[in-house]
């Protein structure tokens, strides 16, 4: 993940681009902290872009930093063709409804002192209510997530998880925004839960024209809703591309240790994982993920690696990449 | 949407019994403390219009006579009706003790959730106000206010709310820390709600619970400031108070010996409204952290 350049970006329309995002925390005594260096990608409309990577790998980083909380250090985020980062605080707070997120902690993401119905109206009470955004429309929406909306009166406390997680996507769907930024939406529920949460997505993906950026750390939930697939390492990007060629062909050496710890999986163990992730305090230089690569040489601990295309939708950053690319027209 | 409409594979674990309601969680005791000091609020409202004894009138009863129906609580030295006295004292005692804390948690919680909030400079200036606040011996804050600004009613409450304002700011400051890292707040303002609206919307409803709490429990310090300072002879110049009643009927020793009512029954006033307070506050956080909190 240590990849550099904007060779994966694509040509053409896209609705999210983002390029050469850097995000730096101030650390203790005055270091820095690295949590994205220098992350590009594109999302065009309607698709759905899966980011994985360990804990800590800077996924939720980027995504947040996509709508400006906080603001990035560094690099351009443009949604249609507005620069994010250069908006005013107005132009943005209007910008911004249209791309909602979800989050891990269904629980803390609803204010335990409002109405589920407070809550699922927010968003209309600040911008107001017109037309078709009346009430019935939010009644039709809690219902829509699967939630009876006789119960709209209750607190978050009175819902299970799961249950708070719907509660949690109605908000994020009353504005009727075209992207919808899920960070491990699934992770803090039980498995039976996760599945009928993952469905309902899908189906108001489709119903609502959405846009995805889905941030997991589980590979099994990510290929089953992702067009495209970024891996992170270390607050960079590893390999990118359609899902079928990250998950079937994967040529990044931490891609393949990613795929190699599920169980179950054909890639050799060998491939998996050794090692304590490098603080992003002080990040390897060269190939960030050289500490830990059974295939590390000199030029992974000098050289950051450039993006090279692997196949037709395809992109790995890797000096020493582990299969064989695709041939391209 | 309907196939995904599953309520028996992901139960609210109430669907069967509703929780119980608010009144009921807050238990017998709550109940019987507010009782408690609505009475005594009551009490001391109405006294202008109930049948009572002037309180400064002397010679109603005997010196020190114990009480007797009519005289619930006997006379204290000069053969002033204690009952009256307590009744007239509650007034001074319970508007210095609920100015004080409205003192604190209008400033004291302002600056705490401003504080919290918006963190940087102003959040540094409000928490090095809070320690020097309270590493100042309150009562000699207290004496100096009063002393220099005179014995009224008015600024010996204010000089406990100044007492007040450290301690409910801290709280108020460390609550809000809390509750601005959650990610309500952080949806909240991606569907675009301002600073404001997030600090009264959001913020302002999880901190007003413990704050609440608090404030129950400060009146009561209040109070027992208010005596303190009698005690020490600077309470209010004109009027009465508990403290005042309880520091003239317990000053002279062989007073005390001879009938230690004129200063037991006001003390046993005091004592039971504070720990209904107390015990009010208690319960209200106990129940709210319990229930709504640490889910």
């Known amino acids: 993940m240590v990849g550099i350049g904007n060779a994966m970006l694509r040509e053409g329309e896209a609705l999210i681009h983002v390029e050469d995002l850097v995000v730096e925390f101030p650390g203790p005594r005055g270091a820095v902290l690295h949590a994205v260096s220098d992350v590009s990608f594109d999302v065009r409309a309607g698709e759905t872009l899966g980011i994985v990577g360990e804990s800590g790998c800077g996924k939720s980083t980027t995504a947040k930093a996509v709508i400006q909380m906080p603001r990035p250090t560094s690099g351009q985020v443009l949604y249609r063709d507005s620069d994010l980062t250069k908006l005013d605080k107005d132009a943005l707070r209007a910008t911004r409804t249209d791309l909602q997120m979800i989050f891990q902690d269904p629980i803390s993401a609803l204010n335990p002192r409002r109405s589920i119905w407070d809550i699922i109206r927010e968003g209309v009470e600040i911008w107001g209510t017109h037309g078709e955004w009346g009430d019935a429309r939010i009644l039709e929406l809690i219902e829509s997530v699967g939630i009876d909306p006789q119960y709209k009166d209750r607190k978050p406390f009175q819902f299970s998880g799961g249950q708070c997680q719907r509660i949690s996507i109605a908000r994020a769907l009353a504005l009727d925004p075209h992207v919808l930024i899920c960070d491990e939406p699934v992770s803090a529920l039980d498995v039976s839960v996760q599945a009928q949460i993952l469905n309902l997505l899908d189906d108001l993906k489709k119903q609502h024209d959405l846009t995805m950026l889905f941030i997991s750390h589980d590979l099994a939930v990510v290929r089953n809703v992702s067009d495209r697939v970024m891996v992170m390492y270390l607050g960079r990007v590893a390999e990118v591309g359609d899902a079928d060629s990250i998950f079937d062909n994967p040529a990044h050496p931490y891609t393949q240790a990613l795929l190699a710890a599920v169980p179950g999986s054909d890639i050799a163990a060998d491939a998996s994982l050794s090692g304590e992730l490098p603080s992003p305090l002080d990040p390897p230089a060269g190939c960030r993920f050289n500490t830990r690569c059974p295939h590390a040489s000199d030029i992974c601990r000098t050289t950051v690696p450039e993006f090279e295309q692997f196949g037709p939708d395809h992109w790995v950053a890797c000096h020493h990449p582990q299969a064989t690319p695709v041939e391209l027209d | ?295």
């Open chain 2, 1 to 295: 949407m309907t196939e995904l409409w599953l309520p028996s594979a992901d139960p609210t674990a109430e669907d069967e019994k509703p929780p119980l309601a608010l009144w009921r969680r807050l238990g017998f005791g709550f109940w019987v403390s507010v009782g408690w000091v609505l009475l005594v609020i009551g009490l001391a409202l109405l006294a202008p219009i109930l049948p009572l004894e002037d309180p400064n009138a002397t010679g109603v009863g005997g010196r020190l006579e114990g009480p007797r129906p009519g005289l619930w609580f006997g006379a204290d030295s000069t053969g002033r009706d204690v009952f009256s006295l307590t009744i007239w004292g509650a007034r001074i005692s319970l508007v210095v003790g609920f100015i004080a804390i409205v003192v604190g948690l209008l400033v004291g919680g302002s600056i705490g959730i401003l504080a919290g909030y918006f963190r940087g400079l102003f959040d540094g200036v409000a928490s090095f106000a809070f320690a020097t606040l309270l590493s100042f011996p309150a009562l000699i804050l207290a004496i100096l206010i009063t002393t220099l600004l005179g014995r009224t009613v008015f600024w010996i409450s204010i000089s406990l709310g100044i007492l007040a304002i450290a301690p409910v700011g801290r709280l108020a400051r460390a609550q809000t820390l809390v509750f601005a890292e959650k990610e309500f707040v952080m949806a909240a303002r991606i569907l675009g709600a301002d600073d404001r609206r997030i600090l009264i919307r959001e913020i302002l409803p999880n901190v007003v619970v413990p704050m609440s709490a608090l404030a129950l429990l400060g009146m009561s310090i209040a109070i027992v400031a208010e005596g303190t300072l009698a005690f020490l002879g600077i309470s209010v110049a004109d009027g009465l108070s508990w403290g005042k009643q309880i520091f003239e009927a317990g000053s002279r020793a062989t007073d005390l010996q001879t009938g230690p009512h004129a200063a037991l029954f006001p003390i046993g006033v005091v004592f039971l409204t504070v720990l209904s307070l107390n015990f009010a506050g208690d319960r209200l956080r106990e129940v709210f952290d319990a229930k709504e909190l640490s889910l």
